[in-house]
């Protein structure tokens, strides 16, 4: 059993009343509101002023936006249904036949056909295009694209996929025309892309002639504002209409006061550490698992989300997700045995001076996360002190997200806090398979492990859920025995708008935002 005296120290040392709160007095007027035009608040802007959704994680905002569009989508059960493609079909354990919507137009106004969305995915593959996007064609391992008339197209693999028709909801399959000097990004969904600023904002206009109805608003803009106090101001002064990642304390406040249009939905994003664990101080195995023991999630849930935000992780999947998360699974708080641990693996203490030392040499590991996500900073904080407490000395900051990776690559920092959605292509193959396989390119732990491996290939090969649900309940043990990532929590989505907003919802992948049916009341 844990040893209650950490737990209740830290209970009171990161309670509620710890983090600033923005008291929010929500505005009256609204001055987009006869223009209808919404203004959302969101963590991350655009990578380039012509970001193409096809290219690194462009196609996330694009989605968001209603600027781009898959062929199969996801609804809020996280089932697969048609979106681009009216119905799909797998010939073979390599060949999948979608048929397309008749009724679909480009924002050029000219009609998608087969052609068009063959040529849209063949730019994946081709070094030098926009959409050139090496981790998708990785996911989709296509060898050829047939098409059979019009609307039909026969996608074949180069080896049997079971996640490919998955892989097609990932908002970077998107379904894109060549761009033209007036139209720089062609796609197809409700809302045309009229411009971007490189980390700052995105705007869009609707377009009237899409096929799911005419949009109600007549553009959007999406204002990447990273801290989220400074969001949830925007939203005070009336400079945005709706805020999409609120600060958690700031939202329990306004549920506690009955104020404010409050919107909350749990999704499947993990706020979790991965860890280098090809060198330094973290190949030490005791070392990883003495860091979760020492990690009391419980607090760090209630601290840094303020009993609104989430749920702590037992594993990569939330237990939400029934099809694939390992329930027999827990990560627990036991600072006792963490120490114990380190002792047995001579990770001791020499001098007193209250930090362990590894091989002669005082441990001082460098963790870091990045800005965009309210619970990340108090997260890093609560972290370094409760690995204080066994003896785990840290250094931590905030930096930019990819420069933490590269950092985490070149071994010059140990741990990186992130926050990603594990499953927001609904198949349990896309987080472990981009994080943790050996030699893809988000592996930045340098970790590699063939059991695991194998158990990923077999996964993808298996076309019976049954037979998948034990290689994934499999592939879940060996990352919380061996620890290349260490899960944290599971967060819920809040968000706040002005009063005046209409038909949004929180979708659980994240990967959906705007609709036609989304507005602004008069």
Partial sequence: MPNRKFKSAFAAAFGLGSFAMIAIAMPTQNAHANEKTLRIAVPFGPKSSVPDPRARQNGWLS???????????????????????????????????????????????????????????????????????????????????????????????????????????????????????????????????????????????????????EPKLDGIVMDALSDPSVAALALQAGDVDLVTNYPEPDFARLKEKGEGQLFANPTTRLFFFQVRTADGPLSNDALRKAISLGLDRETIVAASLSGVGGEVANSIFPASMTSWANTSLSLDYDPNEAMTLLDKADIKDTNGDGNRELDGAEISLKIRSYEGRAALRPTLEI??????????????????????????????????????????????????????????????????????????KKGRESFDDEVRKEYYDRIQEIINEELPLIPVFHKTQVSVGNGKVEGYQIHPAETYLVTPDLTLAD
Avoid: C
């Avoid at 066994?390 to 990186?416: P, R, T, V, W």
């Fill in 63 to 213: 989605n968001r936006a209603g600027v781009s569009e898959t062929l199969i989508g996801l609804a809020h059960d996280m089932t697969m249904q048609p979106r681009l493609a009216e119905s799909f079909e797998n010939l073979s354990p390599t060949e999948w036949k979608l048929t397309l919507r008749t009724d679909v137009k480009f924002h050029d106004r000219s009609p998608m056909t087969a052609e068009a969305v063959k040529s849209s995915f063949e730019k994946l593959d081709t070094e030098g295009q926009p959409g050139h996007n090496p981790r998708l064609s990785k996911l989709l391992d296509l060898e050829t694209i047939m098409v059979e008339d019009a609307n039909t197209l026969v996608f074949k693999t180069k080896s049997p996929n079971s996640a490919f028709l998955w892989s097609l909801t990932e908002p970077s399959a998107a379904v894109m025309k060549e761009g033209t000097e007036e139209l720089p990004l062609i796609g197809t969904g409700p809302f045309v892309f009229a411009s971007a600023e490189t980390d700052k904002s995105y705007q869009t206009r609707k377009f009237a002639d899409y096929w799911g109805g």
């Fill in 383 to 456: 972290t370094q002190a409760l690995l204080q407490q066994i003896g785990i000395k840290s250094e931590i900051s905030m930096a930019e997200y990819d420069a933490n990776n590269e950092a985490l690559k070149a071994g010059e920092i140990q741990m990186h806090l992130q926050a990603w959605g594990t499953a927001p292509l609904g198949d349990p193959n896309y987080f472990p398979s981009t994080l943790v396989e050996s030699g893809v390119g988000y592996n930045f732990s340098g970790y590699s492990n063939s059991e695991l491996d194998d158990l990923l």
